[in-house]
T-cell receptor, first 112, second 114 residues
Framework: DQQVKQNSPSLSVQEGRISILNCDYT??????FLWYKKYPAEGPTFLIS?????DKNEDGRFTVFLNKSAKHLSLHIVPSQPGDSAVYFC???????????FGAGTRLTVKP | DAGITQSPRHKVTETGTPVTLRCHQT?????MYWYRQDPGHGLRLIHY???????DKGEVSDGYSVSRSKTEDFLLTLESATSSQTSVYFC?????????????FGPGTRLTVL
């Protein structure tokens, strides 16, 4: 029962362009959503998050959008840089519940 | 850097042997977690702890046990390892008072069960 889904295993974009990573969820009780970035042989690192009371959160080049009616969120990276090449995981939880659910990840490749 | 270390970083073992993985933190955070990462599944919660001797099961707890006798250490034990437990294991901590439930992860342990 995968409650958080990232349907694109991989994405390739050109340096300087926008990267859009998508995530869908099925549990309507989720109210905290997070994105993590993972480089090979390292642990995931927290990138950006959003509460369900908002529909957008921005931090520098990274913006997360939440569409509650569609149970969909997306991460926009503008402009994309080669150093952004990594696996990105979407995650969701109910309040501060310890049972955080992760998507399977999307591998982003930014080409110079 | 949330001061999380994991040991060992790599381990190869045989089916049926016991294995213990250690997670150590230096900042006395209350909440600690064990996840496994597998292709096609992302990260899945195995067990978590909300204080010394206080633990609970996660999504994929079968075949695993945990212990937390000190705030700084959270141990994950595979009593009798199976090939299906070949995975990368990550420990994480949560900083109390964090607004969005952010968790911070250690570097991981790659476990291979032959």
């Amino acid at each position: 029962d995968q409650q958080v889904k990232q349907n694109s295993p991989s994405l390739s974009v050109q340096e300087g362009r926008i990267s859009i990573l998508n995530c869908d969820y099925t549990n309507s009780m989720f109210d905290y959503f997070l994105w993590y970035k993972k480089y090979p042989a390292e642990g995931p690192t927290f990138l950006i998050s959003i509460s369900s009371i908002k529909d957008k959160n921005e931090d520098g080049r990274f913006t997360v959008f939440l569409n509650k009616s569609a149970k969909h969120l997306s991460l926009h990276i503008v402009p994309s840089q080669p150093g952004d090449s990594a696996v990105y995981f979407c995650a969701a939880s109910v309040g501060n519940n310890n049972d955080m659910r992760f998507g399977a990840g999307t591998r982003l490749t930014v080409k110079p | 850097d949330a001061g999380i270390t994991q040991s060992p970083r790599h381990k190869v073992t045989e089916t049926g042997t016991p294995v213990t993985l250690r997670c150590h933190q230096t900042e006395n955070h209350r909440y600690m977690y064990w996840y496994r990462q597998d292709p096609g599944h992302g990260l899945r919660l195995i067990h978590y702890s909300y204080g010394v001797k206080d633990t609970d099961k996660g999504e994929v707890s079968d075949g695993y046990s945990v212990s937390r006798s000190k705030t700084e250490d959270f141990l994950l034990t595979l009593e009798s390892a199976t090939s299906s437990q070949t995975s990368v294991y990550f420990c994480a901590i949560r900083i109390s008072g964090g607004i969005y439930n952010e968790q911070f992860f250690g570097p991981g342990t790659r476990l291979t069960v032959l």
